[in-house]
């Protein structure tokens, strides 16, 4: 057993010796709750950094197979500048945010209207069902046909695969409230948009934050899949089927890194606005008060 695998166990066990005392601290005071709650995952990620570095050197795992945390930083580093932001923009910036926005707000008009119309209630959803349950596979070439190669139909691949999420939780939100609210507000003599806007939506908002989140991750997979089946020379999918072709893999990996932070980082922010939307609900009054 050489020096690589030792350490590498060494901080394994050391990792999780730290852990396990952190999570064992019962506290009242929010800072060190929050600290903790950080701390712990933190640790945990460098630990599992640490012990892929050793185990991969130590194995001699050849880095076609599987390149060391050290060489894909280096490689992450070294192609920030080209080809690592084109490609973020390009997938990112444009087909994730773009296809996001128009897939989740026209879930919600058509989530609206649907509240509106039993006929509608009754048509669309199970349309809605067997959409979701096409595969992406099916659905991406379709759509590069349909709007080209370039991200307009990654965009549109995102819109496909965020849209039914959307809307499936908006419906099941909106009909939250329950029957002693909505005869409280026709004792008050309130239309059907004041209903909705003072009662319904904000009992909905739990549910269509889970969509949002939801999507927040099937956006990015699905752009990224979609770059597969046609697209410039540019963007995330791209890059890493092109550089999987040429054996670069720390490049891929790099990719990925890039794309799981992204991803992250969105899914990160909307939890945030989520709180600050919802703070009212048991979920978020709990979790502060722990």
Not at 194 to 201: D, G, N, V
Request: include cysteine; proline fraction near 6%.
């Amino acid at each position: 057993m050489n020096g690589w695998i030792i350490t590498a166990l060494a901080v394994w066990l050391a990792g999780w010796g730290i852990n396990e005392f952190l999570v064992r601290i019962g506290t009242r005071d929010r800072v060190a709750a929050s600290a903790i709650n950080i701390a712990v995952p933190v640790i945990f990620g460098v630990v599992l950094l640490v012990v892929w570095e050793g185990l991969v050197r130590g194995l001699n795992v050849p880095a076609v197979l599987l390149p060391p945390p050290s060489v894909i930083w280096e490689r992450l580093l070294a192609s920030i500048p080209n080809p690592i932001w084109p490609d973020f923009q390009q997938t990112f910036l444009k087909s994730v945010l773009i296809g996001y926005a128009i897939g989740c707000g026209s879930a919600f008009i058509v989530a609206v209207a649907i509240d509106r119309s039993p006929f509608l209630k009754r048509g669309l959803l199970p349309v809605g069902n067997f959409v979701s349950a096409l595969p992406l596979v099916g659905i991406a070439p379709i759509m590069v046909m349909w709007f080209g190669f370039d991200w307009q139909s990654k965009a549109a691949v995102v819109v496909v695969m965020t849209f039914f999420p959307m809307l499936v939780n908006t419906v099941a939100g909106l009909n939250a409230t329950g029957a002693i609210e909505k005869d409280l507000m026709a004792t008050y003599a309130a239309s059907y948009w004041q209903t909705l806007a003072k009662l319904r939506l904000p009992m909905a908002w739990p549910f269509i934050f889970n969509a949002l989140k939801i999507n927040s991750t099937l956006a990015l997979i699905g752009a990224i899949v979609a770059e597969f089946f046609g697209t410039p020379v540019v963007g995330m999918g791209f890059r890493i089927s092109a550089a999987i072709g040429r054996l670069q893999v720390d490049m891929v990996w790099a990719e990925i890194a890039v794309a799981a932070l992204a991803g992250s980082l969105f899914y990160g922010v909307i939890a945030l606005i989520e709180r600050a939307v919802t703070f009212w609900h048991p979920s978020v009054r709990g979790g502060r008060g722990g």
